[in-house]
């Protein structure tokens, strides 16, 4: 079977429980016993693999006014007829710092409001992700693929928060559907992890990944680059793929940061929630 395929299969594992649950009730209704070791074996390493996954998450704690920024990731869905509502619904987040993907716009043509909020950003060349702030970003760049892959560029910049600078990446990972865009959505991941170990102090990566923290894939980028992920163990969705399975692929990340609190909220016509996440400096 194909890599991608097991990685993209593990994004759900959090529903494998109930059938691996299953297989051990036959065994016990036909009073088999010598058979229940064997059939809650496979449960038994489910429930330890989730345990173990969830150990990597940051939970939020109280934050002080001070020294604070709250961050959002919203995909708002190519073509979105109603982006003048969803930049409303992000607005009232008051983030000081919002990464859109699938945004092909200006914030001009549909939220001057937005545009006035937001006057410090940068876009991916090929118009698809934004890293926009309420705060002035220093050193914006586009950390260029190699070959290119249109808009799918990572976005670097800093922000200063006190006295400290901290280093911010806007993403949009490609999702891992065939062997080619594994390996491109690797290659995205290998940048990430560069500009991630090349930065000095606090980093916060913020986008969709396409991913949840069950993908191998995704487990061994957080490994080698030392973020992690910002969440309560109950992985609040943010995307439902297929067959009504909710999976959480947007995420922010944090290395050098405490996480404040998140919340999961509403994307008018999009078929993403957004995330919003307050961090503070240690």
């Known amino acids: 079977m194909p890599v991608w395929v097991i990685d993209g299969a593990l994004n759900f594992a959090p ?6 649950g299953l297989l051990i009730v036959p065994v016990v209704i036909f009073r088999r016993w010598k058979l229940v070791a064997l059939a809650a074996v496979p449960f038994m ?9 969830n150990l990597l998450l940051v939970r939020g704690r109280s934050c002080p006014e001070t020294a604070a920024l709250r961050v959002v990731t919203a995909n708002v869905l190519v073509g979105n007829p109603q982006l003048s509502a969803l930049a409303d619904a992000v607005l009232a987040q008051s983030p000081d710092i919002v990464v859109f993907e699938e945004l092909t716009l200006e914030f001009e043509d549909f939220s001057p409001a937005l545009a006035k909020a937001y006057p410090y950003r940068i876009s991916t060349e090929t118009p698809w992700v934004t890293l926009a702030s ?5 050193d914006m760049r586009r950390v260029p693929l190699d070959p290119p892959i249109p808009g799918r560029e990572p976005l670097a910049a800093r922000v200063r928060v006190g006295d400290q600078a901290v280093t911010v990446l806007g993403t949009h990972e490609i999702p891992s559907l065939s062997t080619i865009t594994y390996r491109e959505h690797g290659k995205q991941y290998s940048l990430l992890e560069w500009e991630i170990l090349q930065a000095t102090g606090p980093v916060v990566v913020i986008g969709d990944l396409n991913a949840t923290i069950y993908s191998p894939q995704f487990l061994n980028f957080l ?20 067959l009504n399975l909710s999976i959480r692929i947007d995420h922010v990340l944090i290395r050098d940061l405490a996480a404040c609190d998140e919340q999961v909220f ?10 919003a996440v307050g961090v503070r400096l240690k």
């Open 15 to 20: 529903y494998f429980g109930l059938p691996l």
């Open 45 to 53: 390493l489910w429930a330890v693999v989730m345990l173990s996954v």
């Open 134 to 138: 309420r705060l002035p970003l220093e």
């Open 223 to 242: 490994r080698r680059s030392g973020v992690r992920p910002v969440s309560t163990a109950s992985q609040q969705p943010t995307h439902t793929p297929t």
């Open 266 to 275: 509403d994307l008018p016509g999009s078929d993403h929630d957004g995330l």
